[in-house]
C-alpha cells in the first residue's frame, strides 16, 4: 500500500503573506485537485464548495457527490480523498487552522450542536439563498487572503467563524441529536467529549459512567436514546475508527497500532477486528487500500 500523506497547512505556500497566515483560499480548478486524489490526512480544515460540475470526495469511507450548492467540510484527522471531477468544476477550496475554528464556541455556547459534528458537516446542502450569500463571505475571505493586514486577518476569522456558524445552523434539526433539546442532551454530549478523549486507554462503560457520575445504566439509556447503538458499541466503534485510519499508513506496523490503541499485543487488535468486522487486520487494510485507490 502507497504510504499516506499528512498534508501540513505550511506546506501551501503561494506567496511570501502566507507564512504568517493561518488561512488560504483557492479557485477549485484541476491543479489544485491533483494532490488530493490520494488519500491523506490534514492538520487543518478543508473546505469544498462547488460552484460548478461535480466531483466525488471519499471522507472516512463514504463517498460524498458534491455539486452546485453543496458545501463538505473536512475535520483534521479524517482521512480523505478527490476520486473524480469533471472537467468543468468551479469553486473555492478554503484552509484554516483549527485555531480560526474557535473551540471555545463549540466549548460552550454551542456545545449541544458539537455531537458528531465532524461527520455531520462532510456534505451540506444549502438553498440558494444561503449558498449565494456562503459564496460572498468567502469571497471576502479570499480578498483579504490576497492582501492581509493584521486588521484584515481579524476581519477573515470573523467571516470565517460566521461561514462555519451559517453551515452549523443549516444542519440543526436535520438531525435527530441536533434538532432537540432533551435533559439528558448534556450527558451525551459529555461522553463524546469523554470518548474522544480517553478511548485509547478507557474502553469499558463503567469508566465513562463513573467520570460522568452516573450509572452504567442511566448511561446505556442515554447513548442509545440519542445514537441508536449501545454504550459499549459507541465507544467500540471510535476504535475501529482509528483503526482503520492507522491501517490506512502503510509504514504503520500492526504491531505499532496495537500498542498505540492500548491492546496488548497485536494478536488482541487482531481479535478485536475479527469479532467486529469478520476479518482479519491485513484483510482490512487490504479492503481499504482498494476503496481508496483512484
Known amino acids: 500500500m502507497e504510504e499516506m500523506k499528512q498534508l501540513k497547512i505550511e506546506q501551501f505556500v503561494q506567496k511570501k503573506?502566507?507564512?504568517?497566515?493561518?488561512?488560504?483560499?483557492?479557485?477549485?480548478?484541476?491543479?489544485?485537485?491533483?494532490?488530493?486524489?490520494?488519500?491523506?490526512q490534514k492538520?487543518?480544515?478543508?473546505?469544498?464548495?462547488?460552484?460548478?460540475?461535480?466531483?466525488?470526495?471519499?471522507?472516512?469511507?463514504?463517498?460524498?457527490?458534491?455539486?452546485v450548492g453543496k458545501i463538505s467540510v473536512v475535520f483534521p484527522g479524517q482521512v480523505h480523498s478527490v476520486q473524480n471531477f469533471s472537467e468543468d468544476i468551479s469553486g473555492k477550496i478554503i484552509l484554516f487552522d483549527e485555531v480560526l475554528f474557535c473551540s471555545d464556541i463549540l466549548k460552550n455556547e454551542l456545545s449541544?450542536?458539537?455531537?458528531?459534528?465532524?461527520?455531520?458537516?462532510?456534505?451540506?446542502?444549502l438553498a440558494n439563498k444561503e449558498f449565494t450569500e456562503s459564496l460572498h463571505t468567502i469571497d471576502l475571505v479570499q480578498d483579504i487572503y490576497q492582501n492581509p493586514?493584521?486588521?484584515?486577518?481579524?476581519?477573515?476569522?470573523?467571516?470565517?467563524?460566521?461561514?462555519?456558524?451559517?453551515?452549523?445552523?443549516?444542519?440543526?434539526?436535520?438531525?435527530?441529536?441536533?434538532?432537540?433539546?432533551?435533559?439528558?442532551?448534556?450527558?451525551?454530549?459529555?461522553?463524546?467529549?469523554?470518548?474522544?478523549q480517553y478511548y485509547k486507554e478507557e474502553r469499558t462503560v463503567n469508566y465513562y459512567a463513573e467520570k460522568l457520575a452516573v450509572t452504567p445504566k442511566k448511561l446505556n439509556t442515554v447513548i442509545k436514546k440519542h445514537c441508536g447503538e449501545t454504550?459499549?458499541?459507541?465507544?467500540?466503534?471510535?476504535?475501529?475508527?482509528?483503526?482503520?485510519?492507522?491501517?490506512m499508513f502503510?509504514?504503520?506496523?500492526?504491531?505499532?497500532?496495537?500498542f498505540d490503541l492500548g491492546f496488548n499485543s497485536p494478536a488482541a487488535l487482531n481479535k478485536f477486528v475479527k469479532a467486529k468486522l469478520d476479518l482479519t487486520p491485513t484483510q482490512l487494510q487490504q479492503q481499504l487500500s482498494q476503496k481508496y485507490t483512484i
Open 17 to 40: 503573506d502566507d507564512k504568517f497566515l493561518s488561512f488560504r483560499v483557492f479557485d477549485l480548478i484541476d491543479e489544485h485537485l491533483f494532490a488530493y486524489q490520494t488519500p491523506h
Open 112 to 125: 449541544s450542536y458539537n455531537v458528531n459534528l465532524s461527520n455531520q458537516l462532510n456534505c451540506t446542502v
Open 149 to 196: 493586514s493584521q486588521i484584515k486577518k481579524e476581519q477573515a476569522r470573523f467571516y470565517i467563524k460566521t461561514f462555519l456558524l451559517s453551515l452549523i445552523e443549516s444542519i440543526h434539526g436535520q438531525h435527530p441529536i441536533l434538532g432537540q433539546h432533551s435533559v439528558d442532551q448534556p450527558l451525551y454530549v459529555q461522553f463524546k467529549k469523554l470518548l474522544n
Open 250 to 258: 502503510s509504514d504503520i506496523t500492526h504491531k505499532e497500532i496495537a
Open 231 to 247: 454504550a459499549i458499541h459507541a465507544i467500540h466503534n471510535r476504535i475501529l475508527t482509528e483503526i482503520k485510519r492507522q491501517l
Open 43 to 67: 492538520n487543518h480544515f478543508f473546505i469544498l464548495i462547488v460552484e460548478a460540475g461535480q466531483l466525488d470526495l471519499l471522507i472516512e469511507e463514504k463517498v460524498h457527490k458534491l455539486k
